[in-house]
């Protein structure tokens, strides 16, 4: 644990990261004071900066496995650290400039490690692109970015990171919690109550797909008018499809053990595609279709807690975009049964802008010289230092 007198004073930092669902950049602008048990996060300004349509188009391509060249790996590259340049600068419109950037960048390749025989593993690899050193150069911000690499690096996940920020914001004195993220991909960090020992029992893994098949879905049925169903309504007025739910939970996926992450890779176009072939014989229409795909997060995200969990929580906080869907809330909390399901927003930290809020602070720990991952939810043997720091 770390004392706070380094950092006795406020902190203005600005954290960045557009997620696997490719809806645009998240920006927030925080005051950050203390370092870990006593850290305190103000959110001055929060706002989504959707991506220019074409360049939303290509990354989607790219995620997707449409091989493109090193030029246009590069031309990428810069187009996203400009949109996230943009984002930086607009974000702090109005405010006392920013002293610190951190930046997740997007997401276009994830592999996890794979065991190669005793004590060994074959590294993952991790894909961001929206180099840092771009972001500073354009906003003369020192920029921290890069996050992942660390991390697998030792041989770790590289995700999920943001299970340790949860830990210091999001826990409680008395009371065992899950915070699951609904965001391209769910995923959850279990922290028990704050006694003794607390910290080593956290645990955070991928649970799998949460709105990323569904936004496909929805892209497909209504040929590309529409990105998302709108508070689930779409899928409100189906009715799932439970075998296929059945067929569905025997990807090998949501049996692995934890720690364990994923991402379009294995949960992107390919597998919706063949989501809809095992649908056919059953001729769903496209409100159950979605209602199935809704039952299939549901699922593996009750799935996951009741085989890995060393205990039920005692309260589920849900944030990232999926919490606004009521659908998907209201189904997650019928499959919960007892245990109450309710937004981070309840718990004082923005759902919106909670990944946002946490590349600030891992930036701002990257300064202190402050660990960022939580080896029980990476799988990495050890903390280490996370990000790459660019001087502004
Ligand atoms: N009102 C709403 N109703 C239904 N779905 C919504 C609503 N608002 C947002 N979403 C869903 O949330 C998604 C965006 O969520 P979010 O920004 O958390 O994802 P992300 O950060 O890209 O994902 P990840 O956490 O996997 O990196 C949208 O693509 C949409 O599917
Ligand atoms: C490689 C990658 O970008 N992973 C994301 C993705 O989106 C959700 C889930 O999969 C999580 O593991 C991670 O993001 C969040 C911000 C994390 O690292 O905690």
Redesign the pocket.
Known sequence: MYSSQASALPHRVIGL???????GI?AALVEITGTELDLKVELLAGKTYPYPADLRERILAVCAGEAISMLELADMDDAIALAFAQAAQNIQIGYQPANLIGSHGQTVYHRPPKEAGVGKTTLGYTLQLGRGEMIAYLTGITTVSNFRVADIAVGGHGAPLVPRVDAFLLSHPHESRCIQ?????GNLAYIPARTDDWLSQIRGWDTGP??SL??LAVERLTSGTK??????QWAASGTPCYPLVKKWLTHEYFHLSPPKSTGRELFGVAYLNQCFQDAEPYQLSPADMLATLTELTVASIVHSYRTFLPQMPQRVFLC???S??LYLKQRLQLALETVPVLTTDEAGVSADFK?AIAFAVLAYWRQLGIPGNLPTATGAPHEVLLGEVHQG
């Not at 990261?17 to 809806?23: A, M, P, Q, Y």
């Open positions: 990261i557009s997620g696997t669902s490719v809806d998240d993220n609904l965001g391209g991909i949460s709105n569904l936004d990105t998302y169903d709108e508070d689930g990232g975009g999926g606004r869907n990944e």
